[in-house]
């Protein structure tokens, strides 16, 4: 549900497992923990969830915007650690996951399954009473689909990279369900926006990580089908971004200021697309070092790309 925000995806700082034989004090314990959620990524979730809510044409009540994002926080919180959970084997061989909470020894399995399910348990049972149904079982599919499909389907299929596109789009249209209470076209663009921005970014990612993700037994894009189907499809799914950003507009939702920006951010990101396929094309494709340049640009440019728009949506609907 949160995989779509790996902002930290550009450390190439070695971490090493330090497993300490001296019992952890509960600070250290309870950070770890924190950890499991991955809290910085939760943020960003936040961030889209909060826009989602904004954008409705009636706002909720306060208690019911802070249970909302309280409940999405939980919910996101519970996805990763159980994704933590799963992974703990995988995270060993990665140089940006080796030192988690549970590769690195810190805390133990059980610790982390039962403070995954117990986040769960908590978060949707309160978005179902205390915001409406509705939000509450988008946000279930979401954890569902993280945890028991996305994360093993890594293992078995690039098809992965879509399937995980689902939940963590989901933010957003939770955030206009628990505003409106209902499914509508301007909540799904908020889905599709969230979506399709998510594609190239992991590609990008995938570029540069390849090796990683292979010596983990990730399926990925460019391991598979080679660096030149990756970029094509980083291409294809940045274009695609930029005629569904667009549709909030049309819907009545968003005015100039927010197009303005949909139409520059978007060209931009799509620019770094096409701009560093051709400069590290066909010609270069024994140079690994090329991919990872693009790939990297490329990265830089969608995590720009969301702040942007949801910036953009923000001014343009406090001064509309």
């Known amino acids: 549900m949160a995989g779509c925000y790996e902002a930290r995806a550009l450390s190439d700082t070695p971490q ?3 497993v300490s034989t001296a019992p952890p004090s509960w600070g250290a314990w309870i950070g770890d923990l924190v ?14 969830a909060l826009g989602g809510i904004y954008l409705a044409p009636e706002r909720p009540s306060l208690a019911v915007t802070l249970s909302a994002l309280l409940g999405t926080a939980l919910v996101v919180g ?16 990665m140089t940006r996951t080796k030192n988690r909470p549970l590769p690195a020894g810190r805390l133990s399995p059980n610790t982390a399954l039962v403070w995954g399910l117990l986040l769960g348990a908590i978060s949707v049972p309160l978005l179902w009473l205390t915001v409406n149904p ?10 569902f689909s993280y945890v028991a499909i996305y994360t093993p389907l890594k293992q ?16 957003p249209l939770m955030g206009w369900t628990a505003a409106t209470n209902e499914l509508s076209a301007a909540g799904f663009v908020l889905f599709g926006i969230l979506f399709l921005w998510q594609l190239p970014h992991f590609l990008a990612i995938t570029m540069f990580r390849e090796a990683e993700y292979t010596r983990a037994g990730i399926k990925v894009v460019p391991a ?5 189907v990756t970029r094509w499809q980083a291409i294809a799914w940045a274009l695609a971004l930029v005629p569904v950003s667009l549709l909030l507009p049309i819907l009545g939702i968003a005015g100039a200021i927010y197009t303005a920006v949909a ?15 051709r400069a590290y094309g066909a010609a270069d494709a024994t140079d690994a070092s090329r991919h990872v340049m693009w790939g990297r640009k490329v990265f830089v ?10 910036a953009g949506l923000a001014i343009d609907v406090a001064i509309g």
């Open 16 to 18: 090493s497992p330090s």
């Open 35 to 48: 950890a499991l959620t991955k809290p910085r990524i939760n943020v960003m979730v936040l961030v889209t």
């Open 78 to 93: 519970s996805a990763n650690t159980l994704n933590c959970w799963l992974e703990r084997d995988v995270d060993k061989h």
């Open 134 to 143: 509705l939000t509450a079982i988008l946000a279930a599919v979401a954890l």
């Open 156 to 171: 078995v299929s690039t098809i992965a990279l879509v399937v995980g596109a689902v939940p963590g789009a989901m933010p």
């Open 224 to 228: 598979l089908r080679g660096a030149d």
């Open 263 to 277: 139409l520059a951010f978007g060209s931009v990101f799509l620019f770094f697309c096409v701009k560093s396929f």
């Open 301 to 310: 440019a969608s995590l720009l790309y969301v702040p942007a728009l949801f």
